[in-house]
C-alpha cells in the first residue's frame, strides 16, 4: 500500500491511475461499516484511495474536533490486509492553506435534521468532498447509508455542479446487537452503550407499529421518543420521519419514508436511521 | 465553428478536446475586451470554447436580467470571424434545473466593494464558473481585469478547490475617449455616455495627484468623488481604495493598492479600476 502525504503527490499519482478510480473518503479509527466501503472499492474499481482526514471544517466549535478518536496505525494495517493501493494522509495545512475561503453551500437539504443543531457540518463536509474529488479525481466514490443526509447532500452537490463522478453506497452496518457502527462509539462506558440500544429499538418499534397499519407520524414520533428516553443517560435531538430526498417532516406515511434519529448518549452524539414503507394491500 | 447546445454534448466534445484547452466564459452581447480575451486563447491554446450564458445566479431580484442585451447572431458571427473552436450556449433549464441548490461562497473578498450591494453576484459568478469549468475541463480559462472582483473571486476558488486550471488574463480595454468596455454600455443614451466619462476621468485625477505625492486615501477619495458629481446622472455606488487582493480599505497608500469604483449613470450600473502604485524615490 502506497501512502501518499501530499496533495500534490496525490494529484499527480491519479493522472496515471485515472481509469476505474474509487475513492473511499474517511475520517479514520476505521471499523466494519469503513472497510465495507473499501471492500465494495476494491472489487468494483481498479484501484482504490482511501483518505484520512478528520476535516475540522465540519466542526462547530463547541464539538469533539480534538477529542474525535485516532488510530492510524490500527487503520493502516486494516487497509493494507484488505490490499488497499492508497492511503491519502493529506495534511491541514495543506487542505485548508492560510487564507483558505471557499465553501459549498447545499441549500435546503443541508438546514434540515442534523443541520439545524450542526449548522456548519455539510458546508464542511460538502467541501472537503469536493476538495477530494479534485485532488483525487475518481471514477468512484463510496459513502455510507448510516450518514443519510450526508449522502443526499453529496448526491445533489455531485449533480448540481455536474461532477463527473458516481456515488456508490453501502447500507448501514450494526453491531451484532444491533447498535449502528460509528467511530463515536469509543466514547460509550459500558451502561451508555446498553442505552444506546434504544435508537435501535425505537426504530424497530416504529417499523412494527406501521406494519400494523399505525401511519400517524406524531403518534409513531412519540412511541420512538418513549422508547430512548426509557433509557438513561439519552438526550433527544431529534426525531424526524420525512421524505428521504427532501427531508420534509411528514404529517402521515403514505409510501416511503426516513425515519431518522440523532440522541446523544452521554457525551457521544449518535445517529441512526431506517428507511420504510408503507405496505398497502390496495394499492 | 461548432455550436453546441447541451452540457451533454459539450462534456463529450471536451474529453476529446482535453489537451490544451482555453475556455472564455461570457454572457455575450461581445464586445473587443470580450474578443481580446477569444483572440488570446485561440493564439495560446490548442482549442478555444467561448461559452455565452446570461447567468440568473449571479442577479439580484431587482437587477437588470430581464433587460440584460443580448445579439446572440452578431455574437456569433465575430466568434466565426475568429475561427473560435466552440460556441457553448448552455439551457438555462440544463444550468439551473429544477431543484438546484449548490452554490459557491469565497468568503470576505465576495463581501466587499460589489458584494455589498449585489450580495448574491459572486456567489452566482463563482458558481457558473465552477460548473462551467466541470462541464468543459479546460487547462486555461480567460477573464478580464475590469472584473478585478471577480477575478480574485475565481483565483481563490480555483486554489481553494484545488481545480486544475489556470487562470489568465487581460488588462481592462477601454473606448478611444477612455469609457472602460462594458456590454451595460449600450443603456446609455447620447448625455449619460459623457457623464460616465467622469469615471475614466476620476481615476486619471486621482492618478496625477498621488504622483504628485499625496498618499492619503480620504483626500483623493474626495478628488475623484467630485470629479464624478460634476456629471450628471450620476448615482456613485462606491469609492474604494484598497488591497488589490484582500480589498481591506486604505487609510494611505503606502505601495500597490487598487482604486475602484461602482456608479450608476442613469439606469447603466458602470465599474471601472485601476492599480496604482506609490513611486518613492527614497525606498
Known amino acids: 500500500m502506497k501512502i501518499i502525504q ?4 496525490m494529484t499527480e ?3 496515471h491511475h485515472s481509469v476505474g478510480l474509487g475513492l473511499v473518503p474517511t475520517m479514520g479509527f476505521l471499523h466494519e461499516a469503513h472497510l465495507a466501503l473499501v471492500k465494495k472499492s476494491l472489487k468494483e474499481c481498479q484501484s482504490t484511495v482511501v483518505s484520512i482526514f478528520t476535516n475540522p471544517a465540519q466542526f462547530g ?14 487503520d493502516q494495517k486494516k487497509l493494507e490486509a484488505l490490499k488497499t493501493d492508497v492511503l491519502f494522509l493529506p495534511p491541514p495545512e495543506e487542505v485548508y492553506p492560510s487564507g483558505y475561503k471557499t465553501y459549498i453551500k447545499v441549500k435546503d437539504i443541508s438546514e434540515r435534521l442534523c443541520g439545524i443543531t450542526r449548522p456548519v457540518f455539510f458546508e464542511g463536509v460538502a467541501t472537503v468532498v469536493l476538495k477530494l474529488f479534485n485532488i483525487v479525481r475518481p471514477e468512484f466514490a463510496f459513502f455510507g447509508e448510516k450518514d443519510w443526509q450526508q449522502l443526499e447532500v453529496i448526491r445533489t452537490m455531485v449533480r448540481d455542479l455536474n461532477l463527473d463522478v458516481t456515488i456508490k453506497t453501502v447500507p448501514l452496518i450494526r453491531e451484532p446487537d444491533g447498535l449502528a457502527m460509528s467511530s463515536r462509539n469509543s466514547y460509550l462506558s459500558g451502561e451508555e452503550r446498553r442505552s444506546a440500544l434504544g435508537l435501535y429499538k425505537s426504530l424497530n418499534v416504529a417499523k412494527d407499529l406501521l406494519d400494523q397499519g399505525e401511519t400517524s407520524v406524531p403518534v409513531l414520533r412519540e412511541k420512538i421518543r418513549d422508547v430512548i428516553a426509557q433509557n438513561p443517560f439519552t438526550n433527544i435531538e431529534y426525531i424526524s420521519i420525512c421524505d428521504p430526498h427532501t427531508f ?31 405496505i398497502s394491500c390496495k394499492d
Not at 466549535?61 to 477529542?67: G, H, Q, V
Open 6 to 9: 501530499s496533495i500534490q503527490e
Open 61 to 74: 466549535p463547541k464539538e469533539d474536533l480534538d477529542s474525535y478518536p485516532k488510530d492510524l496505525e490500527n
Open 248 to 278: 420534509e417532516e411528514c404529517d402521515q406515511i403514505f409510501q416511503k419514508a426516513l425515519i431518522a434519529l440523532a440522541v446523544k448518549v452521554g457525551k457521544a452524539r449518535l445517529i441512526d436511521n431506517v428507511i420504510v414503507e408503507r
Open 13 to 15: 499519482w491519479s493522472r
